[in-house]
């Protein structure tokens, strides 16, 4: 890759952000469609995300990827939401349009309903649970809902949980959504949090009381390590296991066909992604 004063740039924003694939995805779609652009980590504190989102705009990047924790907080800072971001009230793509404008999106529903179309997952008519109620858990309800499904979600944080349904409520009338105190059967299982993120391998988010099973569907959106701990148990118990890699990569393309305007060679970016884990964990 050469950069020189007409490179292209975009990135990602978050904290952490060292363990992002994102960055070897988007520069390997680059190389392999000969654009002249590049992608960087930006690690940003949660109390510079509005500096860091000036910077961007002043120094006239492309556009940024937004994961944890500023998917929702980044929202005051944007001219612009698309439809689906301000229902799902979370953003992970932010472009930044020709006349400076920052618009917000969120592909995160995209890859997630692709990663469970890939998988063979039927979600109409099923009940879905989620771990965690935050952006990505978010993302996922909405998808959810707009498909069919009926959604339960499971936070530490209760309150989170009874304001992220409300609002799905809000913006899916009659959405078949609710927060629970305790582990519900379910047909999907869907982890929205950290837990077990490298280098916390050993952490699973499978909380006391949810026995999984054969003819389920575990959905783990941690991608690194790619077999998490709660996919380890998910397979274990005869589940079907579905990786966040899936969901990375899909999510990405849409970012990446945003910015660049042109298709994206999503197979490309997988092989990127599997090589970066492979490098990383000694594969």
């Not at 995300?49 to 005051?76: C, M, S």
């Not at 472009?95 to 400076?100: M, P, S, V």
């Not at 009874?162 to 999907?188: N, T």
Request: glycine share 12%; hydrophobic share 50%; with cysteine.
């Amino acid at each position: 890759m050469t950069i020189d004063g007409a490179t292209r740039l975009a990135g990602v924003i978050g904290w952490p952000v060292k363990h992002s694939l994102s960055p070897a995805m988007h520069n390997a779609a680059y190389a392999a469609l000969g654009l002249n652009w590049c992608y960087v980590p930006l690690p940003v504190q949660p109390d510079k995300l509005g500096d860091a989102l000036r910077g961007a705009r002043a120094l006239g990047l492309a556009g940024v990827n937004v994961t944890i924790p500023h998917k929702e907080a980044v929202i005051p800072y944007l001219d612009h939401l698309s439809a689906a971001a301000g229902a799902i009230g979370a953003v992970n793509t932010v472009t930044i349009e020709a006349d400076g404008s920052l618009s917000g999106d969120n592909t995160d529903v995209f890859g997630f309903l692709a990663a469970l179309e890939r998988a063979g997952v039927e979600v109409a008519g099923r009940t879905a649970l989620l771990l965690g109620a935050g952006g990505a858990a978010r993302a996922a309800a909405y998808g959810l809902l707009t498909r069919g499904a009926r959604v339960r979600i499971l936070a530490r944080t209760a309150g989170r949980a009874v304001v992220l349904a409300g609002d799905m409520r809000q913006s899916i009338p009659g959405a078949a959504i609710e927060p629970i105190a305790a582990p519900c059967p379910a047909d999907l299982v869907v982890n929205c949090t950290p837990v077990g993120m490298w280098p916390h391998e050993a952490e699973s988010p499978l909380p006391a009381g949810l026995a999984l099973r054969p003819g389920m569907a575990v959905m783990d959106m941690v991608y690194r390590p790619l077999e998490t701990r709660l996919l380890s148990q998910a397979r274990a118990a005869g589940a079907q296991l579905i990786s966040g890699l899936d969901m990375l990569v899909y999510q990405g393309a849409a970012a990446f066909e945003r910015w660049v305007g042109q298709p994206a060679p999503a197979d490309v970016m997988r092989a990127a992604c599997l090589r970066a884990l492979g490098e990383a964990h000694g594969l």
